[in-house]
Nanobody
Framework: QVQLVESGGGSVQAGGSLRLSCAASGYGYSALYMAWFRQAPGKEREGVAAVDSAGMKIYGDSVKDRFTISKDNAQNTLYLQMNSLKPEDTAMYYC???????????????WGQGTQVIVSS
């Protein structure tokens, strides 16, 4: 079983930055693909970014060139650096772990509880 705990959410003005963290624990965590998803009220959960064990990364179109996913294997922590934030980035952000390297919520098995990000204009 893998446990994921997110932190780092908050309120920020448009153009600002935030860094989200996800602390991972449990058997087999290091072999899984890791990702960030987000869900705004009334919308489906969408993939933001994912990283594999070798460091290969994929990003959703709406966050390319603004967000950066990274992983610290020694600390068992996943990060999401978010720059140039926009009001449309407002959502609950979730850390996820799974067995398929794709930005689809259906392909991830383990989920954190989420951390809220609010971007004001």
């Amino acid at each position: 079983q893998v446990q994921l705990v997110e932190s780092g959410g908050g309120s920020v003005q448009a153009g600002g930055s935030l860094r989200l963290s996800c602390a991972a624990s449990g058997y087999g965590y290091s072999a899984l693909y890791m990702a960030w998803f987000r869900q705004a009220p009334g919308k489906e959960r969408e993939g933001v970014a994912a990283v594999d064990s070798a460091g290969m990364k994929i990003y959703g179109d709406s966050v390319k060139d603004r967000f950066t996913i990274s992983k610290d294997n020694a600390q068992n922590t996943l990060y999401l650096q978010m720059n140039s934030l926009k009001p449309e980035d407002t959502a609950m952000y979730y850390c996820a772990a799974g067995y398929i390297f794709r930005l689809s919520r259906h392909d991830f098995t383990y989920w954190g509880q989420g951390t809220q990000v609010i971007v004001s204009s």
